[in-house]
C-alpha cells in the first residue's frame, strides 16, 4: 500500500517561514518525481513545485518563485517544502503528489494558515 504523510503545516504570520515534509512508504521513491500541490478555499488545486526523480530538476509556478524550495531525500523517502517570506494567499492545504509512468498517488494533505 502507497502512503505519502504531509507535515509541517500550521498557522504563520505573514513573512514567516514553514517547512513541509511528505514522507513516502510502499514505492520505490526513487523512481518517481514529486510534487507539490495546493488548494485555496474555494479555488481550484494548483500546481505549486516540483523535483526529479535524482533531485537535479526543480521547478516553480511564479506565485512562489524565489520564495520556496522544494528538495527531496531519497533515502528518507521524504520531499520537502522550505516557505519562506509567507503571504496570507499562500494559505491553503498543501499536497503531495508521487508520478511516474502512469502511477500516481496523492498525500492527504497538510493546512497552512498566514494570517496575523
Known amino acids: 500500500q502507497v502512503l505519502l504523510v504531509e507535515s509541517g503545516g500550521g498557522l504563520v504570520q505573514p513573512g514567516g517561514s514553514l517547512l513541509l515534509s511528505c514522507a513516502a512508504s510502499?514505492?520505490?521513491?526513487?523512481?518517481?518525481?514529486m510534487k507539490w500541490y495546493r488548494q485555496a478555499p474555494g479555488k481550484e488545486r494548483e500546481w505549486v513545485a516540483s523535483?526529479?526523480?535524482?533531485?537535479?530538476?526543480?521547478n516553480y509556478a511564479n506565485a512562489v518563485k524565489g520564495r520556496f524550495t522544494i528538495s527531496r531525500d531519497n533515502a528518507k523517502k521524504t520531499v520537502y517544502l522550505q516557505m519562506n517570506s509567507l503571504k496570507p494567499e499562500d494559505t491553503a492545504v498543501y499536497f503531495c503528489?508521487?508520478?511516474?509512468?502512469?502511477?500516481?498517488?496523492w498525500g492527504q494533505g497538510t493546512q497552512v494558515t498566514v494570517s496575523s
Open positions: 510502499g514505492l520505490t521513491f526513487s523512481n518517481y518525481r
Open positions: 523535483i526529479g526523480s535524482a533531485g537535479g530538476s526543480t
Open positions: 503528489n508521487a508520478l511516474s509512468g502512469g502511477r500516481d498517488y
